[in-house]
């Protein structure tokens, strides 16, 4: 019932922008928290960004001045803008929806930095 799905990944050059996009359906989208997490080939998955229900955010602080998450509950949409974009950022972006115990995750979207 519940599906995240994420859009938006692919290559950019260091320095560009990417935004991301999650869409959800099959939930109540304004009670969860909402987040994106990454995770690079041989490293663990780390949150990047999320956002409660209650529009309050946390940063990761390799992204903090960078990255910009935002919720329309209209539209039941967590998006990640990316901004000056360095390899570092070179991962899997995935969707993450959290109440209290539940989670659920989306697909995943690759984003590469490179030039």
């Known amino acids: 019932q519940v599906q995240l799905v994420e859009s938006g990944g692919g290559l950019v050059q260091p320095g560009g922008s990417l935004r991301l996009s999650c869409a959800a359906s099959?939930?109540?989208?304004?009670?969860?928290?909402m987040g994106w997490y990454r995770q690079a080939p041989g490293k663990q998955r780390e949150l990047v960004a999320t956002i409660s229900s209650g529009g309050s955010t946390n940063y990761a602080d390799s992204v903090k001045g960078r990255f910009t998450i935002s919720r329309d509950n209209t539209k039941n949409t967590v998006d990640l803008q990316m901004n000056s974009l360095n390899p570092e950022d070179t991962a899997v972006y995935y969707c993450?929806?959290?109440?209290?115990?539940?989670?659920?995750w989306g697909q995943g979207t690759q984003v590469t930095v490179s030039s």
């Open positions: 099959g939930m109540i989208f304004s009670m969860y928290a």
């Open positions: 993450n929806a959290r109440q209290r115990i539940l989670t659920f």
